[in-house]
């Protein structure tokens, strides 16, 4: 009798051994909760700081009255700014930003030159988009040569020379599939007389170029020898396929 009762002893202790007493399994678990809720809680944070951070830059930009740049266009370019620059591929002392808004009419004044330092808009400028883009307002967009449409994304100023359209900015693009091509097909700043409130009033609308963002002719020497020599362009076009693709907007 007492083997029996040795051999029953001897059962219940090894089945015992693997249970784990309820206030020991709440107790992991709530260790569980408090690590997760404490990992979402620092991405978050990081997020808000980093959102907290552009707004805060956003709102010290002196722009002028009735001439603001879109916060969600600028906070886009920034981040680009700030990944490309992470990435080498800009001046560790890089502080230009010049900013094309291409969801606006080409009527107004869509291109920002903003020195991110100072605080302050250097220029703010009528700007034109490609022939087969759209008429006063960008549409359709291409990375393909001879197709007279101009180019999103985010671009590197090169050097300048001076072709058939003067005096011009060279542009490295820098997205691949939406403007890489940019060099190969000779989309560059330029000058040029379509660009112009006189024009718009003529036509209803400003020219438009063959896919280069052109600028006023009184104001080609100063923008370009202000951004030229590896500064960075944003093109902006709110288009999700773009927008969900660009390495440079991942933040």
Same mark, same amino acid.
Request: glycine content about 10%; aromatic content about 14%.
């Given at each position: 009798m007492k083997g029996f009762y040795s051999v029953l002893g001897l059962v219940y202790m090894v089945t015992t051994s693997f249970y784990l007493s309820p206030g020991k399994a709440v107790k992991n678990e709530n260790v569980s909760t408090v690590k997760t809720e404490r990992l979402t809680d620092t991405k978050s944070e990081k997020t808000t700081a980093a959102v907290s951070s552009s707004e805060a830059l956003y709102q010290s930009i002196a722009f002028d009255p009735g001439h603001e740049l879109n916060y969600e266009v600028?906070?886009?370019?920034?981040? !680009?700014?700030?990944?490309i620059k992470k990435a080498g591929l800009l001046n560790q002392d890089s502080h230009l930003l010049t900013i094309c808004d291409f969801s606006m009419s080409s009527n107004t004044k869509r291109l920002w030159v903003i020195d991110l330092n100072d605080k302050k808009v250097l220029f703010n400028s009528l700007v034109a988009h490609g022939k087969n883009t759209g008429e006063e307002f960008a549409a359709n967009f291409s990375n393909t040569e001879s197709s007279q449409q101009s180019s999103m994304g985010f671009y590197i100023? =090169?050097?300048?020379?001076? !072709? =058939?359209? !003067?005096f011009s900015l060279r542009?490295? !693009?820098? =997205?691949?599939?939406?403007n890489d091509a940019a060099y190969r097909r000779a989309i560059v700043m330029h000058g040029?007389?379509?660009v112009s409130e /006189?024009?718009?009033?003529?036509?209803?609308? +400003?020219g438009r170029s063959w896919g280069c963002p052109a600028i006023p002719r009184d104001l080609t /020497?100063? +923008? +370009?020898?202000?951004i030229k020599g590896r500064n960075l362009l944003f093109i902006y076009y709110p288009d999700q396929n773009y927008l969900s693709s660009s390495e440079w907007l991942k933040a």
């Open positions: 600028f906070s886009k370019a920034l981040t !680009g700014f700030e990944n100023t =090169d050097a300048t020379y001076r !072709g =058939d359209n !003067g542009l490295l !693009g820098m =997205d691949k599939g939406f040029a007389d379509y /006189q024009f718009a009033a003529m036509h209803k609308r +400003i /020497q100063p +923008i +370009i020898n202000t």
